[in-house]
Nanobody, 119 residues
Framework: QVQFVESGGGLVQPGGRLTLSCTASGFAFSRAAMAWYRQSPGKERERVASISNTGGSAIYSGPFEGRFTISRDNDKTQVSLRMDSLEPEDTAVYYC????????????WGQGTQVTVSS
C-alpha cells in the first residue's frame, strides 16, 4: 500500500530554519516525481515544491521566494524540504505525495508534520 511518513517539523522562531523529511513506500519511488504540500487553518492545501524522479529538475511555488529547497534520495525513498528564513505565515502541516499532471497522484496522505513559526 502507498504510504508517506513525514517528520522534522517543530517550533521555530521567525528567521529560523527546519528540514523536513518524507519516507515513501508502496510505489516505484525512483520513477515518481514528488512534491511537498502544506495546509494551514482556514486555507486550502497548496503545493510548495516539486522535484522530478531523478532530482534533475525542481519547481517552487512563487510565494516561497527561493527560501525553500527540495531534494531527494532515491536509495532511501526519501524527499526532503529545507526551509530557511521561516515566517509565521509558514505555519502549517506539511505533507508529501507523488505528483502527476500538476496534482497529487494518490488520495493517500501521511500524518503530516507540524511546523509552527512563532516568537
Amino acid at each position: 500500500q502507498v504510504q508517506f511518513v513525514e517528520s522534522g517539523g517543530g517550533l521555530v522562531q521567525p528567521g529560523g530554519r527546519l528540514t523536513l523529511s518524507c519516507t515513501a513506500s508502496g510505489f516505484a519511488f525512483s520513477r515518481a516525481a514528488m512534491a511537498w504540500y502544506r495546509q494551514s487553518p482556514g486555507k486550502e492545501r497548496e503545493r510548495v515544491a516539486s522535484i522530478s524522479n531523478t532530482g534533475g529538475s525542481a519547481i517552487y511555488s512563487g510565494p516561497f521566494e527561493g527560501r525553500f529547497t527540495i531534494s531527494r534520495d532515491n536509495d532511501k525513498t526519501q524527499v526532503s524540504l529545507r526551509m530557511d528564513s521561516l515566517e509565521p505565515e509558514d505555519t502549517a502541516v506539511y505533507y508529501c505525495n507523488r505528483i502527476q499532471n500538476e496534482r497529487p497522484a494518490y488520495d493517500v496522505w501521511g500524518q503530516g508534520t507540524q511546523v509552527t513559526v512563532s516568537s
